[in-house]
């Protein structure tokens, strides 16, 4: 398999020094704006896009991604209390099924297949883009949930400076920096942001007990800093180069269990080390003969240490189930992305990508364990526009995954021990018809697509309370999905849609399959159920409000007493922007969570809702003033049961921005 993937590294740089000759004239790099095209995921045969933009981002206090994505219908937050990791899931798909992308390039972890997303800073993008439910097959592997790519700025102006600040209680600040030019075929843009949180703040209502006696949330800090930086270099009007660098940089400590589940230990961590950085080339080019050229490179690597400690003075590491655990990361990749427009009513596009990941890890005073998996994607999509109303798009692509390293440590013989090689493939197809009439558009998908089991699910104890499971299969769903996209008004925007998704060999953590042991199994057939219906009103100038409402029913039918987790099955956000004065705005939001699951035996997270507030001025020249409150009247809630969220919390932030009209 490596020999592919160099091969595929090789092939590509080669493209892109042929596209350099490319003279065929056009404007599509050319365009002027301040999205890295470069960085962007095209969203085919989805009429109810997401995407959201530079304002939307400033306007949100909290500098949260998370908090940007579950205003988007069936979207929700998922919290991890377990390990103090912020995620979201996608009609019921998790990030294990969602690739996370940076300006197109993949960054989700290679282990477990997560993305902690609050560990970037929403100053640090210009855009989030969010395809959910239908999603082009040429995204490459594991994409059955959807993708979530985010787009970094690219500078317009000779001069573009940006900067914010944000304090809020508990002993937080966030403070984001960042400066772009462009001159003439050149531009540049870095970028810096530090956060740092001391704890979190409970309720007045959160009742105290032995292991938490203050409202100062035990354990709840966190550190991150984030550096950023791109160059670029546009020759003509045809091509376009950039190599780009990123540097994640925090540590964290993680809540204790606070619940009344009996089957869930107490566990006193901390991680004092989480480096995550990457480096990428990213290149598109137009031919003659209507030919469009992507293709990107990219290495990066995780620095990962865990401490476990005997109580809550983290001071000492004497029992048995203390350790230092360190995780060590690399991958290595490269896609390349071709596209053809024939007669002027198929767009052709033809992608392939590869990807090396390794993965180390090892306690103190334990030998290196290492895990190889080399991951291969390569598919054809055509988009067949009919005429001003009907288009088709249909997509095939096979998949492939080879194990071919995968090492366990036996504590009693001290000996080192190889899993056996394992491997997994899927084919995976989707088609959409889009119909425009009268100003609605109705768009009908259907999809087979798969998800390949993570290193994690297939070899991790989960620190003594799993058993490793080698033999887990794709997990594959087959999906339909059927939207409307209507504006009936001027004022007024509609979008909804309802889905039906059936998973065969679904993946699922099943608890106590021994006393106090877990495990990732394929637990058989599922089903997903549900729509969403979100409403946009703009009655003046000076009021916008956006309410949606999302439905979520999963079911194993195979295993119904096997339950889905931390996914509820109601949700309603709602946000008001109302301009009392000119540039002077007030936010109101508030976010519904019906009661979910937070095991697979039946443990019950409550219901809850939510309620926050901002003020909002905007002066003339680029400075804006915004002080709030977060969850208004105190509630003391959880997203996962036993691990609390702040109380009333209050925040003041400034930003501002500069540029040259030139």
């Known amino acids: 398999?490596?020999?592919?993937?160099?091969?595929?590294?090789?092939?590509?740089?080669?493209?892109?020094?042929?596209?350099?000759?490319?003279?065929?004239?056009?404007?599509?790099?050319?365009?002027?704006?301040?999205?890295?095209?470069?960085?962007?995921?095209?969203?085919?045969?989805?009429?109810?896009?997401?995407?959201?933009?530079?304002?939307?981002?400033?306007?949100?206090?909290?500098?949260?991604?998370?908090?940007?994505?579950?205003?988007?219908?069936?979207?929700?937050?998922?919290?991890?209390?377990?390990?103090?990791?912020?995620?979201?899931?996608?009609q019921g798909f998790d990030l294990r099924s969602i690739p996370v992308f940076i300006d197109g390039i993949p960054v989700s972890a290679t282990y477990d297949g997560y993305m902690d997303l609050s560990r970037i800073n929403v100053g640090a993008l210009e855009k989030i883009e969010i395809s959910k439910g239908f999603s082009s097959i040429l995204h490459g592997v594991n994409a059955t949930g959807g993708t979530i790519n985010l787009v970094t700025p690219k500078p317009e102006h000779r001069i573009e400076l940006t900067a914010a600040g944000y304090i809020g209680s508990g002993e937080e600040y966030n403070g984001h920096l960042s400066l772009g030019q462009k001159f003439r075929k050149i531009y540049y843009q870095v970028g810096y942001s530090k956060s740092n949180k001391e704890y979190v703040t409970l309720s007045e209502n959160f009742e105290m007990r032995n292991l938490q006696q203050t409202r100062k949330l035990d354990n709840s800090w966190q550190k991150n800093g984030t550096f950023n930086a791109k160059f670029g270099y546009t020759p003509n009007g045809n091509n376009e180069f950039s190599v780009a660098y990123y540097n994640i940089d925090g540590e964290k400590g993680n809540p204790i269990y606070l619940g009344a589940d009996k089957n869930i230990k107490v566990r006193y961590w901390q991680w004092l080390e989480w480096k995550k950085e990457g480096v990428r080339f990213i290149t598109k080019s137009q031919f003659q003969f209507g030919f469009t050229l992507r293709a990107?490179?990219?290495?990066?690597?995780?620095?990962?240490?865990?401490?476990?400690?005997?109580?809550?003075?983290?001071?000492?590491?004497?029992?048995?189930?203390?350790?230092?655990?360190?995780?060590?990361?690399?991958?290595?990749g490269a896609a390349v992305e071709l596209t053809k427009m024939i007669y002027k009513s198929h767009e052709l596009k033809f992608a392939g990508q590869l990807k090396k990941e390794n993965h180390r890890e090892n306690n103190i005073g334990e030998p290196i364990k290492h895990f190889t998996d080399h991951t291969f994607s390569g598919g054809i999509e055509d988009q067949f526009y009919i005429n001003n109303r009907w288009s088709l798009l249909g997509g095939i692509s096979f998949n492939y995954r080879d194990g071919i390293k995968a090492e366990e440590y036996n504590s009693k013989t001290k000996e080192i021990n190889d899993y056996p090689n394992n491997s997994d493939n899927s084919l995976n197809y989707q088609v959409a018809g889009i119909f425009k009439f009268r100003g609605v558009?109705?768009?009908?998908?259907?999809?087979?697509?798969?998800?390949?089991?993570?290193?994690?699910?297939?070899?991790s104890y989960r620190n003594g309370i799993a058993m490793p499971n080698i033999d887990l299969k794709s997990e594959v769903a087959y999906k339909s999905e059927l939207s409307f996209d209507w504006a009936p008004l001027q004022f007024i925007h509609l979008k909804s849609s309802i889905f039906y998704h059936k998973l065969n060999n679904t993946i699922q953590y099943v608890d106590e399959v021994m006393p106090g042991i877990a495990q990732m199994q394929n637990t058989g057939e599922s089903y997903f159920f549900g729509g969403d219906l979100t409403v946009e009103i703009y009655p003046t100038k000076r009021l916008s409000i956006l309410t949606s409402y999302s439905y979520l029913k999963r079911k194993n039918t195979s295993n119904p007493e096997i339950r889905f987790t931390d996914i509820p099955e109601g949700r309603i956000t709602s946000g008001i922007d109302f301009e009392p004065l000119k540039s002077l705005h007030t936010f109101l939001n508030i976010e519904y969570n019906a009661a979910s699951y937070s095991t697979s035996y039946g443990t019950r997270n409550p219901d809850f809702v939510v309620l926050d507030i901002s003020i909002k001025y905007l002066t003339p020249f680029g400075l804006g003033i915004e002080a709030g409150i977060n969850n208004l009247f105190d509630l003391n809630y959880t997203r996962t049961e036993g691990y609390y969220e702040s109380g009333r919390t209050l925040h003041f932030s400034l930003s501002y921005n500069f540029n040259t009209k030139e």
Not at 24 to 38: A, F, G, V
Not at 303 to 331: H, I, P, W
């Open 1 to 90: 398999m490596m020999r592919y993937l160099n091969f595929l590294l090789l092939g590509s740089f080669i493209l892109i020094s042929l596209a350099i000759q490319a003279q065929h004239k056009s404007d599509t790099i050319h365009e002027s704006t301040r999205s890295y095209l470069l960085g962007q995921i095209d969203i085919y045969g989805q009429p109810v896009k997401y995407s959201i933009k530079k304002e939307s981002l400033a306007s949100d206090y909290r500098y949260s991604i998370v908090h940007q994505l579950v205003r988007v219908p069936s979207v929700a937050f998922i919290f991890s209390g377990s390990r103090n990791e912020s995620s979201v899931s996608i």
């Open 441 to 459: 558009v109705t768009t009908l998908t259907f999809a087979k697509k798969s998800r390949f089991a993570t290193m994690k699910d297939r070899y």
């Open 296 to 332: 990107n490179a990219y290495y990066d690597r995780l620095a990962n240490t865990l401490k476990s400690y005997d109580d809550n003075t983290y001071t000492t590491q004497k029992k048995g189930s203390s350790f230092t655990s360190f995780y060590r990361d690399e991958n290595y």
